[in-house]
């Protein structure tokens, strides 16, 4: 394999892929992909406990909002702890189903999880307006839409395989 010449008033790096014996050179590989410095183990109770935690934050904050500095009451408390559920639940679904699908669906589904979340958080101020707290979730899930997006797709294959 020929290597291409230098791009005159550009330096030569050494072992770079236009350098002889860079890495697209004959026999020699690119560099190895970034270790993972967590084990399995850690991965999977990240991926059980990271749903509650969220959710226990999400309803705490959604129970703040909705008593807007009153006392505390116990359908304050219940209404804190049944919004920290739902949205445990749906983190784990959307956790669960998300990666089986194409990138675009993929991040399309997280989208439509962060804006509906934010969307409620939101709506739950008595200051906004029904079409204000819809167009605020819509602008949260573009972009979320755009990063995930962005992200799948310069990190997975077509089918959803992750890329080394």
Not at 26 to 36: E, N
């Amino acid at each position: 394999m020929a290597h291409a010449a230098p791009t005159p008033g550009r330096p030569v790096i050494p072992g770079g892929p236009s350098a002889p014996g860079g890495p697209s050179a004959p026999g020699r590989s690119a560099a190895p992909a970034t270790p993972d410095v967590f084990s399995e183990r850690a991965h999977t109770l990240t991926n059980r406990i990271l749903p509650v935690v969220l959710g226990l934050v999400y309803g705490y904050w959604a129970a703040a909002m909705n008593r807007d500095a009153g006392p505390i009451t116990g359908w304050n408390v219940l209404f804190g702890f049944v919004t920290a559920f739902v949205f445990a639940a749906l983190h784990i679904a959307v956790q669960t189903v998300a990666p089986r699908l194409r990138r675009e669906l993929h991040a399309l589904l997280w989208a439509a999880f962060a804006g509906c979340a934010f969307g409620f958080l939101y709506s739950q101020a008595t200051q906004h307006t029904v079409l204000r707290s819809a167009a605020m979730s819509l602008a949260v899930a573009a972009a979320f839409f755009a990063v995930n997006f962005y992200r799948y797709y310069t990190h997975e294959d077509a089918t959803g395989h992750r890329l080394r």
